[in-house]
């Protein structure tokens, strides 16, 4: 079993940058594929990012490619998710999931793939 704790949100004008954080406990995080999903008020919960294993092999939403990096630090137990040129768009509670995976190279845009998730931390994008 592996808990996690996001990290990072906060408020921040159209154009501005934040990197949320994921810390992750329990079992070694190398062990599973790990991505970023959020949910803006009144709509489903999204995918953004993900990554595999081994951190060589990443997906993003179409909405998140050009602007959102996802890595990971297996080491240090704690997967990254860096966002640019954030939009008021991008306004929502962003969570982090885990994903007990056997490929190295696999990670999943389906929510019902991962296996842990955490609280979630707000992100506001001001106009």
């Known amino acids: 079993q592996v808990q996690l704790v996001e990290s990072g949100g906060g408020l921040v004008q159209a154009g501005g940058s934040l990197r949320l954080s994921c810390a992750a406990s329990?079992?070694?995080?190398?062990?599973?594929?790990m991505g970023w999903f959020r949910q803006a008020p009144e709509k489903e919960r999204e995918f953004v990012a993900a990554i595999s294993r081994s951190g060589r092999n990443t997906n993003y939403a179409d909405s998140a490619k050009g602007r959102f990096t996802i890595s990971r630090d297996n080491a240090k137990n704690m997967v990254y998710l860096q966002m640019n040129s954030l939009k008021p768009a991008d306004t929502a509670v962003y969570y982090c999931?885990?994903?007990?995976?056997?490929?190295?190279?696999?990670?999943?845009?389906?929510?019902?793939?991962?296996?842990?998730w955490g609280q979630g931390t707000q992100v506001t994008v001001s106009s």
């Open positions: 999931a885990a994903d007990l995976a056997m490929g190295i190279t696999y990670s999943s845009a389906t929510m019902s793939t991962y296996d842990y």
């Open positions: 329990g079992r070694t995080l190398s062990s599973y594929a």
